[in-house]
C-alpha cells in the first residue's frame, strides 16, 4: 500500500513534466489536451497539473503525451550561451581527497579518451616546507580566454554567460589553444574515440562537446546541456565531499547539491583565489584555500592514479575494435 | 674583380645553359624521390589513424613538425637578404647567387606551408581558415604574410628569368622539344625591348622594396606564434629579433652549401668565384654573431633571475637531458663557424662549404630545441596523465614525414636547376660587358 503510494507519486511528478512539456511545445490553435486518435480511452484517472498561466487543470492521464527531451541548443544559441546568466565554480580545497568521483563521472559523460582526463587532480605542494593538498582542475572558464584569442577558425569562443567552449566540427586541429592555456587544461583527440555506432551518429552539439570526433581538441565544458535543464555539472553531482560549487554570479549563489551558499561571502570568508591571477586570465573558477581540512592529506594517497594501466587497456581496446 | 677573365658572350650562355642529369644526378634525385616518397607514406598512415602516430601528447603538442615549419620560414628569408638587401644596397658581386637564394626561398616556403597542413588534426578543414578565419589569431596573420611572401618570391625569380627565357628559347636542339614548349609558355611574350626592360627593372625594384617588410613579418609572426603564450621560453620579447637574426644565419648556411655544390657539379668556377666565398663568409660570420649576441639576451637574462616558472627549463637545457642538443646548437650553429670563418683560410669554398653545412643542421636542432622543451614544463605538473606524455621524442613517422618534406624541398631546387639557368644568363652577359667598356 505504502510502496503503491510512493510508486503513483513519482508517476504524477514524471507525468505532470511531460505533461508541461507538452503544452510548452505546442502551439495555441492546436488543443493539446485533446486526444491524438479517437482510440484513447479516459482511464478515469485524473491527474492535477500546472498550466503555463498558472492554473491548477485536471485532466485524464491517458491523454497525457510523452515528448522526448528538450531540443538540444542549435550551433547559435549554443555558441551565444543562456541569456542572464555568468557561470562561475567554486573548489573547496579543504573538502577534497582525492577521491576523483568527478573524474570518472565527467570522463563518463563526456566519452573522454581513456587515459587523458578533462578534471584532473593534481597533488600540489607550493614548497618544501608548505603542506600538500589536492586540487581538482577544470577548465577555468577565463573571462579574458588566451585559447580563444588564438583560434584561427572561432572552434573555441567565449559566451555571454561567461563559459568557453569548443565547436569541434569546426576545429582544424593546429593545437594553438593548447600551446596558450596556461592550465594546461585542453586534450586533443589523438586517434579515433572509442564510441558505439549510435554515439557517433549523433549530431555534434558544443553544449555536450559530443561525440567526441579525431583530430580536434577537447576540454571541459561546465557541463552548459544541464545548466539548461537546471540541473548541476556531472562533477558536482557526482562528488561525494561537496568540493564543487557551482552556480551563477549575477544570483550570487553557488550550489553543490547539498549546501548553497552566497557567492561573494563565501569567497570573502574563506580567502578564495583564483590560479594565475598574475597572468590576468581572470578565471571564472575560485578556489577555497586548504585550511581546516576535513581529510588529511594523505587519506588521499589510497586512491592513486594509474593512468599508464588505463591507457594501455584502451590502447587493447581500440586495436580490438579497428 | 681582382681577376678580369674576359668571356665572350657566347661562352657565358653555353656555360650556363641547364644541363641534363648526369649519373651522379640521376642518383641523387632518386635517393630524394625515395625519401619524398616514403614521407608521404609515413603521412598516408598519418591520415589513416589520426595524429596517434607522432609521439606528441596533450602536453607536447607540437613536436617536429612545428620546428620543422620554424626551420623551413628561417631558410626562405635568405631570398630577400640577396635579392633585396643586397640590389638595394647595391651590392654587384650578388649576380650569380640571386637565382640561387631565390629558388631556396620558395622551395622553403611552400613546404613551410605544406608542414603546417601535415600538422593540423582536420586537413581537410583548411578552407576554414578562410571561411572562418579571425584577424585576431596570429595564425592567420602568418597565413597573409607567408602567402604574400611567396606571391612576391615567385614573382622576383620570375622577372628576371625572362630575359634568360628568352635566350633558351634560342637552344630548342639542346634543351629538348619539351622544355622548349615551356620556356615559349613562360616567356614568349618577352621581346627584350626597352619598354620591357624598363617596366621589369622597375617591377624588380618594387618588388625589392616590397619584399623586406614582407620577409620580417613571415619570421616575426612566426616567432610570435610562440612569443604570445605565456609559456616559460617562449612569454620573451626578443623573440622577434632572435628568429630573424637567426634565420638570416640559417638562410645563408643553406646558400653557401648550394653554392659549392652547383659550382663542383656544373664547373660553374669561372662564375662563383672565391671571391664570393669570401664574401659570403664575412657575411655569415656577421650574422653568426649577432644571432649568437641574441641568443646570449635569450639566455642570459632569465638565466640570472631564474624565475620559478623558468628554472626547470632553463636547468633542463643547460645541464639536464636537453643540454647535448642546446649545447650542439649553439657550438656548432654559430660559435664553430665565428671562428673558422674570422680566419682568411676558413673562407675558402671547401671550409665554407662544411661551416655551411653545420650552420643549417645546428639552426634545424636550434627550433627544435625552441619548441619541443617549453612544452614540458607547464606551469600546472604533470600529472594524470600516462608516462608517454611527459617526454617527447619524434616517432619514426615524424622523421619520415619531415626528412620526406626535407626531401621536397631540396627535389624543387634540383628540377629547377635541370629546368633554368641556376645563375642569369642574362645579367651576366650585361655585366660583363659593362666590365669590358669601363677597361
Known sequence: ?322 | MEKSISLTSEQITQDLLPQKFGKRGMAWTTILVVIALFGLYAYYRQLKYGLIVTHMRDYVSWGIYISNFVFFVAISLVGSLITAIFRLTNVKWRTPLTRISEIIAVSAIVFAALIIVVDMGRPERFMNLFLHGRIQSPILWDVIVISTYFFISILLLYFPLLPDLKILLKFKEKTGKRLNRLYRFQGSFWKGTKAQFQLSDKSISILCVLIIPVAFSIHTVTSWLFATTYRPGWDSTNFGAYFISGAFLAGSGAVVVAMYVFRRYYHLEKYITEMHFEKMGRIVVMLALVYFYFNVNEYLTPAFKMKESEHGLLKQLFVGSYAPMFWFAILVGMIIPIIVLIFKKGRKPLPMFIIGIMVVVGAWFKRYIIVTPTLLHPFLPMQNVPTSFMSYFPSWEEWAIDAGSLAGALLVITFFVRIYPIIPIHETITEQNEKDESK
Not at chain 1, 560549487?245 to 544570483?251: A, K, L
Not at chain 1, 586570465?281 to 594517497?301: A, D, H, I, K, Q
Open chain 1, 1 to 322: 500500500m505504502n510502496e503503491n503510494n510512493i510508486k503513483s507519486r513519482r508517476e504524477f511528478l514524471a507525468a505532470g513534466l511531460l505533461a508541461s512539456a507538452a503544452i510548452a511545445g505546442c502551439s495555441t490553435s492546436n488543443n493539446p489536451f485533446a486526444p491524438e486518435s479517437d482510440d484513447i480511452k479516459p482511464s478515469g484517472q485524473m491527474v492535477k497539473l500546472l498550466s503555463v498561466d498558472g492554473e491548477i487543470i485536471e485532466m485524464d492521464k491517458a491523454f497525457l503525451k510523452p515528448v522526448p527531451d528538450l531540443p538540444a541548443a542549435t550551433n547559435t544559441q549554443a555558441r551565444r550561451g543562456i541569456p542572464g546568466k555568468k557561470f562561475v565554480m567554486v573548489i573547496d580545497l579543504s573538502r577534497c581527497k582525492n577521491v576523483r568521483a568527478c573524474q570518472k563521472a565527467c570522463n563518463h559523460m563526456h566519452q573522454v579518451h581513456p587515459g587523458q582526463n578533462w578534471i584532473k587532480v593534481l597533488s600540489m605542494q607550493e614548497s618544501a616546507h608548505t603542506a600538500p593538498y589536492w586540487q581538482p582542475t577544470t577548465c577555468m572558464h577565463c573571462d579574458e580566454p588566451p585559447c580563444v584569442k588564438v583560434c584561427p577558425v572561432d572552434a573555441t569562443f567565449k559566451r555571454q554567460d561567461g563559459i568557453v567552449l569548443i565547436d569541434s566540427d569546426r576545429c582544424i586541429g593546429c593545437r594553438f589553444c593548447m600551446a596558450a592555456c596556461p592550465y594546461s587544461t585542453r586534450v586533443f583527440n589523438w586517434e579515433e574515440p572509442i564510441l558505439t555506432k549510435e554515439e557517433e551518429a549523433q549530431p555534434y552539439s558544443c553544449e555536450t562537446s559530443m561525440p567526441q570526433k579525431k583530430g580536434t581538441v577537447g576540454k571541459c565544458d561546465f557541463c552548459p546541456d544541464m545548466s539548461r535543464k537546471g540541473e548541476l555539472p556531472h562533477c558536482v553531482s557526482a562528488c561525494p565531499n561537496g568540493v564543487f560549487m557551482f552556480g551563477d554570479m549575477i544570483q550570487d549563489s553557488v550550489t553543490n547539491g547539498a549546501e548553497t551558499f552566497r557567492f561573494s561571502s563565501l569567497i570573502k570568508d574563506k580567502a578564495g583565489y583564483r590560479l594565475l591571477e598574475d597572468l590576468g586570465t581572470m578565471p571564472s573558477v575560485y578556489y577555497l584555500p586548504p585550511v581546516n581540512r576535513n581529510f588529511p592529506y594523505e587519506s588521499g594517497l589510497e586512491n592513486k592514479y594509474k593512468p599508464d594501466h588505463i591507457y594501455e587497456d584502451a590502447k587493447k581496446l581500440s586495436t580490438k575494435i579497428n
